[in-house]
C-alpha cells in the first residue's frame, strides 16, 4: 500500500551533518503518523522523532534532542531529518516509518508503524 524510500544516508566524521529524506507514495488517508527510527547492531529499534501533517505532537528521542530535526514537504509528500552534531553513537540503520491517524502523546513503538522504509545507514567515525 504506502511505501517509503529513504535517501541521504552515508558516512562522515563526528560532528558533522546529514539530511535523511523519505518520499511516500501510495497513500489513501489524508492524516499519517511519520517519523523515522534507527536500529544499530546489538540494539533495539530506537524511535528518533515522529511527527504528523494534522498538527499536534512532535517526540524526538532524548538522545537526539538539540542535534536532530524532523519537518515535512506536504508537496512533495516527503519527510526529512536534519541530523547535526552527529556523534558515532547514532551510527544505526535509519528506517522511515508511518501509519494512519495521528501520533501518540508517548514515545514512538514499532509495531504501531506498519509502513517501513528499507533503510539508509549513516555511519559516524570519531
Known amino acids: 500500500q504506502v511505501q517509503l524510500v529513504e535517501s541521504g544516508g552515508g558516512s562522515l566524521q563526528a560532528g558533522g551533518s546529514l539530511r535523511l529524506s523519505c518520499v511516500a507514495s501510495?497513500?489513501?488517508?489524508?492524516?499519517?503518523?511519520m517519523g523515522w527510527f534507527r536500529q544499530a547492531p546489538g540494539k533495539e529499534r530506537e524511535g528518533v522523532a515522529t511527527t504528523y501533517r494534522g498538527g499536534g505532537i512532535t517526540y524526538y528521542a532524548d538522545s537526539v534532542k538539540g542535534r536532530f530535526s524532523i519537518s515535512q514537504d506536504y508537496a512533495k509528500s516527503a519527510l526529512y531529518l536534519q541530523m547535526n552534531s552527529l556523534k558515532p553513537e547514532d551510527t544505526a540503520k535509519y528506517y522511515c516509518?508511518?501509519?494512519?491517524?495521528?501520533?501518540?502523546?508517548?514515545?514512538?513503538?514499532?509495531?504501531?508503524?506498519?509502513?517501513w522504509g528499507q533503510g539508509t545507514q549513516v555511519t559516524v567515525s570519531s
Open positions: 516509518v508511518a501509519h494512519a491517524g495521528r501520533c501518540f502523546a508517548d514515545k514512538p513503538r514499532a509495531p504501531l508503524f506498519n509502513y
Open positions: 501510495g497513500y489513501t488517508y489524508s492524516t499519517y503518523c
